[in-house]
């Protein structure tokens, strides 16, 4: 994924989940005080920053404000600030750094030079710590809906924090995550965790600094699990040699590299690359789902799959073992098994996905993984819902936020990637094993909703032959117990989502969307993969606009214009991409390879794959068909409501040339006989025999019975090419879609300007002049600066707007990190099979754009991207427009 892409995809996760509170609020929920009634405490110093000056960059900050926290009475008891603007942490995946950060005693980056800074250790960061020179950069604008942002400079920053936090969740078991902010003189607190975001008001630390100091005391005397961590996961120290459990894992890797043990190869390797000395190790309780006191260990290396991110799931899994005793008690390591920890949405509707799997192992459905134990972790539910209906009990029970509730499982299989396929064939059959599990599932009235290439992995039968197994069923459903969806936003993967349900976010999904998905899953695959009339060059602009495009609406988005496109025309359109002048190339076509190429040859197209996908395809053009057809009998004489019309009269010049042309080039005398007047009936009012014969190859997808015989047939009867793989044609970092609107951010609801009848004039919107996170009746100190009554940037000052802001400093080193945020994420679970294509290069070009309006605001919609997530909006400009004409460079494929 690119960097401006995971950008925007984080904070498009937090669309509509940010609310700003009063102070006293927020360490009431979040900070609780642990003074006893009746017991003293030894107070700390409050007058830290008495006589502070007035910072004049943020460089002051970050060297003056750690220097006033970790004083001899420093507020935060067992911990130190230290400053790290400038060096990244050592993580594969860290390429920022923030300005400071909170550290335990015992785990600060050490600092031998007072004049250097410190180098950000994600996995020990207790407390990330940005600092802003003003108000122009603050990432909460309080004079917009749930306080998000709509200055470039405001969403730069928003973009930083949730960046860091996103680090600080991959790097440690947590289940929340707080942030200070520093603007100039003022400070905001600020709590994150997978639902939301909660921040203060902004509030004047120096003239009052009792408030700082006071959220720094109480955080000092929490227990880890009130400061955010995860009781059930214990650290293992890899570089220690003092770790049973860590030489017990080495010992394993070492003995199935010899040979002592049988282990199949890409296990070995996954289990290889997971023990890694640079990320940490971890002893994971697993708690059983019907016996809540009873847990199982399991040991495991850094993450197989890591879903970046920090709203939402949080998917991660682990090539694990489970911790065992021999006969004499001493330690012992089990078999290799999978782990997945993930925080799964708690709905009274949504079963754990445990329980689905053991209830599918039950009935003898194939092709799904085998539960060893699952469970949720005791005392691991996201509070955050509950205080967001305190604050908005009015708002409507679909715009509310989720609970999230922190939860693991244990299967027994194994398997590599769907992208790790050897031949189009495997890749077939891998796709007719899935349609046969969701078919058996479904006899048993569950439904997957969640079919994606990630959630599809190559296993080995009993027989040693490879097949496809359809896993996180997470998001399954009964459907004989609800027949409604249960959550206002999309069930799914995007990228592979049906473009019904696409363009219906309340759809059920029925079994076409799923085996849509299927088709969409191996499109997906054969493109990057196999040969065929699609050039190289262009696969990742056709993988943008086949998967990841869509179309902007007033509410949300719809389906992109390639894969609706493709599925009512029962073809994948290359006209884009080839042009129209070739017609063997108009639509895409796979090419059996040849043993020796030769350009002068003529491509051979007796492939498998042309006749698998575009029957297919006229199954799925017939099903949308019908979205505009009309059954004959169902419909009455056309009405004809002419009469209440008016013929337009035109000029005598124009009357007269009119017939003339008439008289010459029509015999016939009267205007009604012409076409315009003949088409009374609607043309979606079809013949009932062509309305029934759509219908019967649209109902193939009623069921499962036709398109796995329609896979049956070709994987029996066909001849398949066996070295036909190529590289992946996928680019390596990303896609670059930069010719794009400067936003598809979605405009605020807009209530119309509100009359004042008595006077005859107008006002704006009532509720505009008030941040709405903030109960009215909560009166503010007057010390705590009135955010609506603040200007955000001096008179004399033009406001930044970059897209990333870049802070202008005198010393080389302030321009290395600061304002950079991450650069390589992988998205979707298995994403590093899936994630978007990588180093796309595209000629530059200058788009003349009209000046943009100040005036204008807009909020983001939701989506979640395949390979980078989740997943919303269009890369602005990277310069800012001036009024007066307003040419931006930008970059086009």
């Known amino acids: ?204 630390y120096v003239e009052k600094e009792g408030w700082l100091t006071e959220f720094l005391w109480r955080y000092g005397r929490l227990t880890p699990a009130q400061r955010g961590f995860d009781p059930s996961a214990k650290r293992l120290h890899p570089k220690s040699t003092n770790e049973p459990l860590v030489t017990l894992m080495r010992q394993k890797r070492d003995a199935a590299m010899t040979g002592e043990i049988a282990v199949e190869p890409h296990i070995l390797e996954a289990y290889k690359d997971s023990l890694d000395d640079m990320v940490p190790w971890w002893k994971l309780d697993v708690y059983d789902d019907e016996d809540k006191d009873t847990s199982r ?27 065992l005793k021999d006969d004499e008690g001493r330690l012992k390591l089990g078999d290799f098994v999978y782990l997945k920890d993930a925080w799964r949405v708690k709905h009274d509707e949504i079963e754990k996905e445990g329980t689905t799997l053991k209830f599918l192992n039950e009935k003898k459905v194939p092709h799904v993984p085998t539960v060893i134990c699952h469970g949720d972790l005791p005392d691991q539910l996201t509070v955050s819902r509950a205080k967001w209906i305190e604050l908005f009990p009015k708002e409507e029970e679909e715009q509310r936020i989720k609970e999230h509730q922190h939860y693991r499982i244990v299967v027994k299989e194994i398997g590599k990637l769907l992208s790790q396929f050897e031949n189009s064939g495997q890749l077939v059959k891998a796709m007719y094993n899935v349609v046969q599990a969701h ?127 493709a599925l009512e025309q029962g073809a994948v359109s290359l006209v884009t991409y080839n042009g129209s002048r070739s017609p063997i190339n108009t639509a895409l076509s796979f090419i059996w390879p040849s043993r020796e190429p030769n350009p002068n040859q003529h491509p051979d197209f007796n492939h498998p794959l042309n006749r698998i996908i575009p029957t297919l395809l006229s199954w799925f053009q017939a099903l949308y068909a019908l979205d505009s057809l009309v059954d004959p009998t169902t419909q009455g004489p056309p009405v004809d409501h002419r009469g209440d019309g008016v013929k337009i009269a035109l000029g005598e010049d124009e009357e007269e040339g009119e017939a003339r042309t008439a008289s010459q080039a029509s015999t016939d005398s009267d205007l009604s006989n012409s076409e315009h007047a003949t088409q009374e009936v609607p043309p979606v009012v079809i013949t009932q025999k062509k309305y029934e014969a759509t219908k019967k190859l649209a109902s193939k997808l009623n069921s499962h019975a036709a398109m796995l015989e329609h896979l049956r047939t070709a994987l029996l009867g066909e001849v398949w090419p066996v070295d036909e793989k190529t590289q992946d044609k996928r680019p390596k970092r990303g896609h670059d879609h930069t010719c794009e609107p400067i936003s598809s951010e979605l405009p605020p609801p807009f209530h119309g300007i509100q009359y004042d009848n008595s006077e005859g004039n107008f006002q704006e919107p009532l509720e505009a002049s008030r941040d709405s996170s903030v109960p009215a009746d909560e009166e503010q100190p007057e010390w705590v600066e009135r955010e609506e009554d603040v200007e955000d940037y001096p008179e004399d000052e033009e406001p930044e707007t970059d897209t990333e802001v870049e802070h202008v400093k005198s010393e080389s080193e302030d321009l290395q990190t600061e304002g950079t945020l991450v650069e390589e994420v992988i998205d979707d679970p298995f994403a590093a099979d899936i994630g978007l294509p990588r180093d796309a290069t595209s000629p530059q070009c200058r788009i003349r754009l009209p000046p943009p309006l100040s005036s204008m605001t807009s909020t983001s919609s939701r989506k979640r991207r395949h390979d980078e997530y989740p997943v919303e909006e269009q890369i602005a400009p990277t310069k800012r427009s001036r009024m007066d004409e307003t040419v931006i460079e930008t970059r086009c494929s």
């Open 1 to 204: 994924m690119t960097r401006a892409t995971n950008h925007r995809e984080l904070r498009r996760s937090m669309h509509g989940k940010i609310a700003v509170m009063p102070y006293t609020t927020f360490m009431n929920s979040f900070v609780p005080d642990p003074r006893a009634p009746k017991k003293a405490f030894r107070r700390c110093r409050t007058d830290i920053f008495k006589d502070m000056p007035t910072p004049k960059n943020e460089k002051e900050m970050y060297r003056e404000i750690p220097k006033r926290l970790s004083a001899r009475e420093r507020p935060c008891r067992g911990f130190v600030v230290v400053s790290t603007p400038h060096k990244v942490g050592s993580t594969p995946t860290s390429k920022i750094a923030p300005d400071c950060g909170i550290y335990p005693n015992g785990h600060a980056p050490k600092i031998v030079d007072a004049n250097e800074y410190g180098r950000t250790d994600w996995s020990h960061l207790e407390i990330i710590i940005e600092c802003k020179q003003n108000f122009a950069e603050d990432p909460f604008d309080y004079t917009t809906a749930n306080a998000e942002p709509f200055a470039k400079a405001r969403k730069s920053a928003l973009d930083q924090i949730l960046s860091y936090a996103d680090l600080v969740f991959q790097n440690q078991h947590r289940k929340h995550h707080f942030i200070i902010i520093f603007l100039g003189t003022f400070a905001r607190l600020v709590y994150i965790d997978r639902a939301c975001i909660f921040a203060t008001q902004r509030f004047n």
């Open 297 to 323: 260990s399991f040991v495991v290396g850094k993450p197989h799959f890591l879903a970046p991110g920090v709203r939402g799931r949080g998917t991660r899994c682990y090539i694990a073992q489970e911790v």
């Open 439 to 565: 078919e058996a599932a479904y006899r048993h009235g569950i439904i997957h909703r969640d079919i994606s290439g990630g959630n599809i992995l190559l296993v080995k039968d009993s027989k040693g032959r490879w097949g496809g197994l359809l896993t996180d069923w997470e998001l399954a459903k009964d459907i004989h117990k609800t027949s409604h969806e249960r959550q206002p936003e999309r069930t799914g993967t995007w990228q592979f989502m049906s473009a019904h349900v696409q363009n219906d976010p309340g759809r059920v999904v029925v079994i076409a969307d799923e085996l849509e998905s299927v088709f969409h899953v191996l499109i997906f695959y054969v493109v990057r993969f196999c040969h065929h009339t699609l050039p190289d060059s262009d696969v990742g602009q056709f993988l943008y606009d086949y998967f990841d495009d869509y179309s902007p609406y007033s509410r949300g988005e719809r389906s992109g214009r390639a894969k609706r496109t």
